[in-house]
Nanobody, 127 residues
Framework: QVQLVESGGGLVQAGGSLRLSCAAS????????MGWFRQAPGKEREFVVA????????YYADSVKGRFTISRDNAKNTVYLQMNSLKPEDTAVYYC????????????????????WGQGTQVTVSS
């Protein structure tokens, strides 16, 4: 079965950086677009960024554009999220997700597009 395992979360001061990783197994990783979402306490889950199968196309939420960078290593079945210039409002549980469908051409900010989710990793940014 599909497994997505996030790592790399933690506590960081405002202005600092963290790098999240998501290791995938169970399906041909390079066939699927991947995404990162986050959920802060008391708020709905929100889209952060998505990346195409090859890594050549990305789609960022406005709130993280210019600060976060998504990448993937298809040889390692892993997607990364480099987070720089972190702000207290970035505090949330971060989830990676895999598209329901192989070879999808579009990158979607909609959570229902993604059929598999990791367990999440906590990111806390102190002011």
């Amino acid at each position: 079965q599909v497994q997505l395992v996030e790592s790399g979360g933690g506590l960081v001061q405002a202005g600092g950086s963290l790098r999240l990783s998501c290791a995938a197994s169970g399906r041909t990783f390079s066939s699927y677009a991947m995404g990162w979402f986050r959920q802060a306490p008391g708020k709905e889950r929100e889209f952060v960024v998505a990346i195409s199968r090859s890594g050549g196309t990305t789609y960022y939420a406005d709130s993280v554009k210019g600060r976060f960078t998504i990448s993937r290593d298809n040889a390692k079945n892993t997607v990364y999220l480099q987070m720089n210039s972190l702000k207290p409002e970035d505090t949330a549980v971060y989830y990676c997700a895999q598209d329901r469908f192989a070879y999808a051409e579009r990158l979607s900010p909609t959570s229902s597009t993604y059929g598999y989710w990791g367990q999440g990793t906590q990111v806390t940014v102190s002011s």
